[in-house]
T-cell receptor
């Protein structure tokens, strides 16, 4: 079956511009996660959705970052007034949600964002 | 969530077993141990997870110390395709986010 897909695969923008990054999770997965990964580092958690609501947004670095998941499927990560420090690979993952125990997260290939 | 410590890098010869260690000395009783790996230019992929007992699946084995303060991911016969960064993480039951460290970069020599 289809895995997690992310578009675009690469995005180059100029400092101060607005960008949107899209994630299509695996069908039926109710949980969706965004991470970002800088060069040489492990992924860093940004936000977690359970259904349509953000259950944990503690990883969003500041109010320039915002994410939505209006219908509980596709999610969009929005970054306003981009800065050069926002350059990274943005990863999306999805999983089933169960009441207890760990859930395997399935990751997409990521969107490489470059802010010039 | 408990912090984990892994070596920065390891090397293995092809077709030989690889033992990747992870220390998690502050682990709590209900914390799960997870391993993911990230191949070049790809997102992380699940390898294995465990709670107390050793676990086996088609990809690897997870050996958990009796006191649970450390664990070892075992690749039984390393192939060139196993060259990746391997992340060990610990999560509290009910917590759904992963805290990745810098992982262990595994190099497999032909």
């Amino acid at each position: 079956g289809a895995g997690v897909s992310q578009t675009p695969s690469n995005k180059v923008t100029e400092k101060g511009k607005y960008v949107e990054l899209r994630c299509d999770p695996i069908s039926g997965h109710t949980a969706l996660y965004w991470y970002r990964q800088s060069l040489g580092q492990g992924p860093e958690f940004l936000i977690y959705f359970q259904g349509t609501g953000a259950a944990d947004d503690s990883g969003l670095p500041n109010d320039r970052f915002f994410a939505v998941r209006p219908e509980g499927s596709v999610s969009t990560l929005k970054i306003q007034r981009t800065e050069r420090g926002d350059s990274a690979v943005y990863l999306c993952a999805s999983s089933f949600h169960t009441s207890g125990g760990p859930n395997e997260q399935f990751f997409g290939p990521g969107t490489r964002l470059t802010v010039l | 969530d408990a912090k984990t410590t892994q070596p920065n890098s390891m090397e293995s010869n092809e077709e030989e077993p690889v033992h990747l260690p992870c220390n998690h000395s502050t682990i709590s009783g209900t914390d799960y141990i997870h391993w993911y790996r990230q191949l070049p230019s790809q997102g992380p992929e699940y390898v294995i997870h465990g709670l107390t007992s050793n676990v086996n699946n088609r990809m690897a084995s997870l050996a958990i110390a009796e006191d649970r303060k450390s664990s070892t991911l075992i690749l039984h016969r390393a192939t060139l395709r196993d060259a990746a960064v391997y992340y060990c993480m610990v999560t509290t039951s009910g917590t759904y986010k992963y805290i990745f460290g810098t992982g262990t970069r595994l190099k497999v020599l032909a």
